[in-house]
């Protein structure tokens, strides 16, 4: 079954520090990639996504992920992260050629990023 | 421009009684999808609706629960007999006609079964 992984449950960093949080997924074929943050208190909001054409995808708030489709990753990168960056990020994947619906995320498990002052 | 809504935001039930929880879709956005996300986990794809259809069902669990989106009015989760291993969070998102790539979610709606 599809599947995707998020490599690490918890980072901690302090700010101007980079960021990169792995996402792998389990299967190849065309994908639909998407990156969404969860502020503490807040709703799911989609931080970027991923359809096709330039593997390097600019989203809101500095945030970039990059595809590589031989490494079945995503993995989302900010240069300096800021306090305000502290949430739990979820990678998701929808696949093109797998017989559910284009509706259906398949999502990984999150990381939470602490952004110390 | 209101968000997705659900409603309540938590609820709390004794094993076996039903829960039912609502989800309204951002305006003018006609389809509806419900997530669950139980204790460390990520969440859980369970159905896809649009308006008086279930497009995909493949996530749902085959007994107790069930979905529907009527013409009128919230979507509604509907989950009979609950156990405790129901105890989640149940996230609803709306996206408009055909765009299932933009799906908006809900703040959740925290169960507990006691």
């Known amino acids: 079954a599809q599947s995707v992984s998020q490599h690490n449950h918890h980072v901690i960093l302090s700010e101007a520090a980079s960021l990169e949080l792995g996402c792998n997924y389990s299967y190849g074929g065309t994908v639909n990639l998407f990156w969404y943050v969860q502020y503490p208190g807040q709703h799911l909001q989609l931080l970027l996504k991923?359809?096709?054409?330039?593997?390097l995808v600019k989203g809101i708030k500095g945030f970039e992920a990059e595809f590589i489709k031989s490494k079945f990753s995503f993995n989302l990168r900010k240069p300096s992260v800021q306090w305000s960056d502290t949430a739990e990020y979820f990678c998701a994947v929808n696949w093109d050629d797998y017989g559910g619906s284009q509706g259906n995320l398949i999502f990984g498990k999150g990381t939470k990023l602490s952004v110390k002052p | 421009n209101a968000g997705v809504m659900q409603n309540p935001r938590h609820l709390v039930r004794r094993r076996g009684q039903e829960a039912r929880l609502r989800c309204s879709p951002m305006k003018g956005h006609s389809h509806v999808y419900w997530y669950r996300q139980l204790p460390e986990e990520g969440l859980k794809f369970m159905v896809y609706l649009q308006k008086e259809n279930i497009i995909d069902e493949s996530g749902m669990p085959k007994e107790r629960f069930s979905a529907e989106f009527p013409k009128e009015g919230p979507s509604i989760l509907r989950i009979q007999q609950v156990v405790r291993g129901d105890s989640a969070a149940y996230f609803c998102?709306?996206?408009?006609?055909?765009?299932?790539?933009?799906?908006?979610f809900g703040p959740g709606t925290r169960l507990t079964v006691t």
């Open positions: 998102a709306s996206s408009p006609r055909d765009r299932e790539d933009e799906q908006y």
């Open positions: 991923y359809f096709s054409g330039d593997p």
